[in-house]
């Protein structure tokens, strides 16, 4: 079973590698909305199926890979556990009506362990012997080419879980058909933060950079125009190694340039980042945008006087909104004894949001599914539990096939959660 130590252990090392952020919808300037969608009924673009619709009854096939077994074990599983949850929420709906027929929701799920030549063997069995027309998962890169390599040519259209560097060689461009990322960019929120810095913090204005140095000189790049747009300054960026534990020397470096903020960049291993800052007397707000949970910073860090001005783009679990709430009530009813993880939550979306494309075309064609995500570009064309989302990319990625939806943000203060509430992205 799957320890809350355990839990948090693993999510730390995940969440240096995806940039997901659990959120709600948000009007633009950051008021708080209503969620528009829960898991406790088959809600599919804004219909909600309470019983089987007239026509034939089928199976609709849904590949799932994800790396089980290795470090990425715990967040994998409750991916998994999320899309489970949805296909369990339409079984109680008595299915969904695509098109004439009645659909129930069936997920394969393969292990990719966490490497190329897994998901590439994962892949191939989903589409080869279980004749999946959908796949969906994955978190790393090399695993990411590795799918779409086997699902392209076999014509199943392949929604990525998670891109770790946008406008990576293995992400959503031009020239790749049948392949869309359902999964927001994990640079997105960085505006959303300096916002929320300047409102609260207007004396704040020279940044300290700390980034894993894996790639991420077009985050950072992003994250210093649009502080300069706010009259703020990237004053020191520091990389460390893939693997560092000891962020002491790291931090010496940071804490030396004598930063008012400090930003963590898109790592799971912020609260040991937060540590060594705060061990070496910085007392200003700590940023951590990545996915993990401001939860993880009060069990992994403790100390109070640490836990002060901390903003992290993570829901505040402990008061989850109706959205979360009701899908870890199923967690819990499901899995008892297993800690809740919160990628659950953004992983349910995954299939349901294939599932409104799927609805609005009539149709599971996997060409024609695709074609009509990448038409629902409006705010509120997609409903997700984070929020009304829509496609975008077209700027950026050259293509509307990524997923556009609501950031939170939470600040830490005294050992205390204070939620501040959604935030659409600011395009930028």
């Known amino acids: 079973m799957m320890s809350g130590k355990k839990s948090v252990a693993l999510l730390c090392v995940f969440a240096l590698l ?15 909305a209503a969620t528009t969608a829960a898991p406790t009924t088959a809600t599919t673009g804004g219909t909600e199926t309470t019983t089987a619709p007239v026509g034939e009854t089928k199976t609709l096939k849904i590949g799932g890979i994800m790396g089980l077994t290795g470090p990425l074990s715990i967040p994998s599983l409750a991916f998994m556990r999320g899309w489970e949850i949805y296909a369990d929420v339409v ?25 190329a030549e897994g998901a590439t063997t994962a892949a191939s069995k989903l589409v080869n012997q279980d004749q999946v027309q959908f796949v969906m998962g994955a978190m790393l890169e090399t695993e990411v080419a590795a799918i779409y390599s086997v699902t392209q040519p076999a014509g199943v259209l392949y929604a990525t879980a998670n891109i770790n560097i946008p406008e990576h060689a293995s992400d959503v461009s031009p020239d790749k058909d049948l392949f869309v990322r359902l999964a927001v960019s994990p ?46 300054e990237v004053v020191h960026a520091e990389k460390w190694a893939w693997g560092t534990t000891d962020f002491i020397p790291t931090y010496t ?17 912020a609260n040991d980042q937060l540590k060594a800052a705060r061990q070496l007397g910085f007392t200003g707000p700590f940023v951590s945008n990545s996915p993990l949970g401001a939860d993880v910073f009060l069990v992994t860090v403790q100390d109070p006087t640490m836990l002060t001005d901390v903003i992290c783009n993570s829901p505040d679990v402990t008061h989850p909104n109706d959205a979360m709430k009701a899908l870890m009530d199923r967690w819990t009813a499901k899995w008892p004894n297993d800690g809740f993880v919160s990628d659950a939550v953004h992983a349910y979306d995954i299939p349901w949001i294939l599932v409104q494309a799927m609805q609005k075309a009539g149709s599971t064609d996997p060409a024609v599914v ?59």
């Open 18 to 32: 995806v940039s997901l952020g659990v959120a709600v919808a948000a009007c633009g300037e950051g008021e708080e």
């Open 91 to 115: 079984k109680e709906a008595g299915g969904v009506k695509i098109g004439n027929d009645t659909y129930m929701i069936e997920i394969i799920e393969e292990d990719s362990k966490g490497a």
């Open 187 to 232: 640079d997105e929120n960085q505006p959303l933060d300096l916002d929320y810095l300047r409102e609260n913090y207007p004396d704040a204005v020279k940044i300290g950079v700390s980034q894993p140095d894996i790639g991420y000189e077009g985050m950072f790049d992003r994250l210093k125009a649009s502080a300069e747009k706010r009259g703020m």
């Open 253 to 269: 470096n940071i804490v030396a340039s004598k930063p008012d903020i400090i930003f963590a960049m898109n790592s799971g291993q």
């Open 370 to 428: 695709l074609a009509t995500l990448e038409a629902m570009t409006n705010r509120g064309d997609l409903q997700t539990n984070e929020g009304p989302g829509y496609m975008g990319g077209q700027d950026r990625f050259g293509v509307n096939r990524v997923l556009y939806r609501p950031f939170p943000i939470t600040r830490i203060m005294n050992g205390e959660l204070e939620f501040a509430g959604f935030f659409d992205p600011i395009p930028e």
